[in-house]
């Protein structure tokens, strides 16, 4: 049984940063990309960052670039998202995914799913 748990979400004043942790468990992680997706509420899940089978290729939404910063650990099935500068519109569930093609945006091309973890930036 595949699951993904993410955790590290709490409330953090603007500009603050935190660090989201994924642990995979139940899939060859090597074998799968893995995304960052954020859902802020009345809004639609929206692509935050991914990072390919290595670790060697990121890619990150307009709106996170600079600020943060996917990496992957395999040798601990884990998967981590720092976020730094944090602002109000940051806002959201975030959750990871795994998916076993490459190079995906959309959230239809993701295999597996987190329950989410809930960040909130206070202004």
């Known amino acids: 049984q595949v699951q993904l748990v993410e955790s590290g979400g709490r409330l953090v004043q603007a500009g603050g940063s935190l660090r989201l942790s994924c642990a995979a468990s139940g899939l060859p992680f090597s074998s799968y990309f893995m995304g960052w997706f954020r859902q802020a509420p009345g809004k639609e899940r929206e692509f935050v960052a991914f990072?390919?089978?290595?670790?060697?290729?990121?890619s990150y939404a307009d709106s996170v670039k600079g600020r943060f910063t996917i990496s992957r650990d395999n040798a601990k099935n884990t998967v981590y998202l720092q976020m730094n500068s944090l602002k109000p519109e940051d806002t959201a569930i975030y959750y990871c995914?795994?998916?076993?093609?490459?190079?995906?945006?959309?959230?239809?091309?993701?295999?597996?799913w987190g329950q989410g973890t809930q960040v909130t930036v206070s202004s």
């Open positions: 990072i390919s089978w290595s670790g060697s290729s990121t």
């Open positions: 995914a795994a998916a076993l093609r490459g190079y995906q945006y959309d959230v239809e091309e993701y295999d597996y």
